[in-house]
């Protein structure tokens, strides 16, 4: 439930950056990458009722889904195991969601190129035994990246 909040922070870029159709220029992409910071912000706002254990995995997918394994992601250039479990399985499900599913700047990738990126990020991009889970599964993720296309 809480990986539905992982990009809560889109809400405060500037549309013409969130849905320009082609590639953000340098800057642009650093008012993009703010979306996890302000993301975390929001997420502290949360009302008091809710868990406190889920409120904090939130803010964790939120602000940590875009960090790399070997420390070239953002918002903190964390490596490894520095970077939250839950957001370690996020960084792989928001990469393969954002290039098998079509966007206003690109159509959707065939699924085994969409299979390939997560692979060939195993260990840099991604946690390497998270991608190995993740590829065990490949007929289920499949399944349901079809069901979703024919939505």
Not at 9 to 28: F, H, N, Q, V, Y
Not at 31 to 51: F, Q, V
Not at 74 to 96: C, K, N, S, W
Request: aromatic share 8%; hydrophobic share 35%.
């Amino acid at each position: 439930h809480a990986s539905a909040l992982h990009d809560i922070g889109k809400i405060s870029i500037p549309d013409e950056i969130l849905l320009k159709p082609a590639r953000l220029t340098p800057e642009e992409f650093e008012i993009m990458k703010t979306h996890t910071t302000k993301g975390c912000e929001l997420l502290k706002k949360a009302p008091k009722d809710w868990s406190s254990s889920y409120l904090q995995t939130s803010m964790d997918i939120c602000l940590y889904h875009h960090e790399k394994y070997n420390g070239r992601g953002y918002p903190d250039g964390l490596t490894g195991e520095q970077i939250p479990l839950h957001a370690r399985v996020m960084a792989i499900a928001d990469v393969f969601d954002a290039v098998s599913q079509k966007r206003c700047y690109r159509d959707a990738m065939p699924l085994d190129q969409c299979f390939e990126i997560i692979e060939k990020g195993a260990g840099t991009d991604f946690d390497p035994y998270l991608v190995q889970l993740f590829l065990e599964e490949r007929e289920i993720v499949s399944e349901m990246c079809i069901i979703n296309r024919e939505l």
